[in-house]
């Protein structure tokens, strides 16, 4: 299970993010991977940008593993629409992740009955910028629209509903493992 969100632009300085639930291999536990790819080049001809060129760069890349607890501040963070960043290091990596909330102008169009035309108003929409820094790489950056931040939580809440249903599938099947001494 996945959400894949690319958003390339002109001046290549786009990336693409997949949330994705994967498996830990410790724990053999449900876990939160994101993944972030960034833009490799702009077509103006076709107006479409294109990821796949920076694939086998390491540079360009980046994975990283969320626990739950990480994945339950994600989904605070965005549903009160708060600030949240955290910190990883693995080696000689360190990585800083952060979700900042910010409002976006947008503008709806609507149909004026009175005038018989259609008219454009402006509105504010929620939005938040997830950045994902490494030491001694690449900074990958992006805007997440409102629509984009409910699938996030939805999968989020269906991770954190795995990690449990796993923790209890295993308890059931330690417990029916567990035999009485029967008495000769």
């Known amino acids: 299970m996945s959400i894949q969100i690319y958003k390339p632009n002109k001046s290549n300085s786009g990336c693409g993010f997949s ?9 053999q536990e449900p876990v939160l991977f994101l993944s972030g790819i960034l833009q490799h080049s702009w077509d103006p001809k076709n107006n479409r940008g294109t990821f796949i060129g920076s694939k086998d ?6 994975t990283v593993k969320f626990n739950e607890f990480e994945c339950g501040s994600i989904i605070s963070c965005l549903r009160n629409r708060h600030e949240w960043n955290t910190f990883h290091q693995s080696n000689d990596t360190k990585t800083t992740i952060k979700l900042s909330p910010w409002d976006k102008e947008d503008s709806v169009k609507y149909y004026d009955p009175s005038s ?4 454009t108003k402006k509105q504010i929409i929620p939005a938040f910028g997830l950045s994902v820094s490494r030491s001694k790489g690449n900074t990958f950056k992006m805007p997440l629209e409102p629509g984009e931040v409910e699938c996030i939580i939805v999968l989020l ?3 954190l509903s795995k990690i449990y249903m796993n923790r209890l599938d295993k308890l059931n099947k330690s417990q029916n493992s567990y035999t009485e001494p029967f008495d000769d």
């Open 19 to 27: 949330f994705s639930v994967g498996v830990d291999r410790n724990s």
């Open 57 to 62: 760069d390491p540079n360009k890349n980046i």
């Open 116 to 119: 018989k035309d259609f008219k």
């Open 157 to 159: 809440e269906n991770l």
